[in-house]
Structures are given as structure tokens and as C-alpha cells.
T-cell receptor
């Protein structure tokens, strides 16, 4: 079983819709979760962090964490064509190890 | 702030040649990470340093790869000898001690080994 699993997509949504991106992880020791966005040909950039069960909102973005189910999701409301990118999920361990293991990413396409 | 700086941005070399990739982290960041990204394997960690000391190099593919961080503002990743399967985009990232999972990535070096 992979440490982090994501559907590779592409996930296609119309402009203005809600895009839902999902991620499952295997390590129950994961305490925090991070969503990185990567535009084609560019480097990843951090867009959301979540540290506890429930929802974390930042503008149009909401991260949802369910530790019991080992599941984390990213919702993008009012999707825009500029949101078209690959979204990488990465859990962090509370062990002092500073490295992240990234999922393979979900490619999102927002159709104008 | 300049962000993470990597050089060169593109490198094309022949099999068997030595390749050196360079990285300057964000000033004040004390953790530095080298990642490699390919279509097949995604984004994978090669090695990371904390306060200039290598902490985890388990992702380094083989002895042909080596990394150094002689000071807080500079790191190198060397491949010797290079092989076609090393072709990938190599990213350097840095983070601070307060939020080490919040990593800032450089623009990457696209390496092509022919």
C-alpha cells in the first residue's frame, strides 16, 4: 500500500463549480496535512495546511481532515480556470522528521 | 525576498558526465530538501539537511548521487557518472524550524542525460 494515494485524474469541473480532491494515507502517526499546488512546468507551492480533525478554510479553499478514516480532502469553491493545476497531498509526522512524502497528485481542469 | 534559487535551470549532458546542481535556500531557513520529479515516480525526496547536517539520505538512488551543504546558504547535488534514467526535474526546497513542513520550492533544474 502506498503511503499517500490520490486519484491522478484529470478531474474536470466547469467554471464556478466546487472541485473536490481526495487523499488517503496509510500512516496513523500523521498529525498534519499539507496541500501543494503545482502548475504545469512550475514548482509546487503550499496552499493549505490542516492540523486537526474537521475543516480548515482559507478563501475559496477548504481542507477537511478525518483521522479515523485516514482521509483528507481539498474543496475549491467557485472554481476558476486559473485553478487548473496538479494538487499534491502530503502528510506530516509528529516525529521531528521534517521530510514530506507527496502523493502522486490529482490533475484538475476547470473548464471555462 | 529572493526565494529559493537553483542553478542551472536546464542542463543537457551526455551519459557518463558529471552533473552538479546548485541551490541557495531562503535566508534564515535551516532545513533544505532535494527532490526529484518524474512522470513515472512523481515527486520523491532524495535527501534533506537540518542545520547543514544530512539527516535522511535514504532516497538517494545509488552511490552515483551525492549531496553537500557546506554552509547555511549553499547546497549541491552531484551525479557522477550520469545516466539517461537520471533525466528528471530536480527541486530544492527550504523551510524554517518553526514550520518545517511549509516548504518553499525553487524553480527546479530540468536535467536531460542523453
Amino acid at each position: 500500500q502506498k503511503e499517500v494515494e490520490q486519484n491522478s485524474g484529470p478531474l474536470s469541473v466547469p467554471e464556478g463549480a466546487i472541485a473536490s480532491l481526495n487523499c488517503t494515507y496509510s500512516d496513523r502517526g500523521s498529525q498534519s496535512f499539507f496541500w501543494y499546488r503545482q502548475y504545469s512546468g512550475k514548482s509546487p507551492e503550499l496552499i493549505m495546511s490542516i492540523y486537526s480533525n474537521g475543516d480548515q478554510e482559507d478563501g475559496r479553499f477548504t481542507a477537511q481532515l478525518n483521522k479515523a478514516s485516514q482521509y483528507v480532502s481539498l474543496l475549491i469553491r467557485d472554481s476558476q480556470p486559473s485553478d487548473s493545476a496538479t494538487y499534491l497531498c502530503a502528510p506530516g509526522l509528529d516525529t521531528g522528521r521534517r521530510a514530506l512524502t507527496f502523493g502522486s497528485g490529482t490533475r484538475l481542469q476547470v473548464q471555462p | 525576498d529572493a526565494g529559493v534559487i537553483q542553478s542551472p535551470r536546464h542542463e543537457v549532458t551526455e551519459m557518463g558526465q558529471e552533473v552538479t546542481l546548485r541551490c541557495k535556500p531562503i535566508s534564515g531557513h535551516n532545513s533544505l530538501f532535494w527532490y526529484r520529479q518524474t512522470m513515472m515516480r512523481g515527486l520523491e525526496l532524495l535527501i534533506y539537511f537540518n542545520n547543514n547536517v544530512p539527516i535522511d539520505d535514504s532516497g538517494m538512488p545509488e552511490d552515483r548521487f551525492s549531496a553537500k551543504m557546506p554552509n547555511a546558504s549553499f547546497s549541491t547535488l552531484k551525479i557522477q557518472p550520469s545516466e539517461p534514467r537520471d533525466s528528471a526535474v530536480y527541486f530544492c526546497a527550504s523551510s524554517s524550524g518553526l514550520s518545517y513542513y511549509e516548504q518553499y520550492f525553487g524553480p527546479g533544474t530540468r536535467l536531460t542525460v542523453t
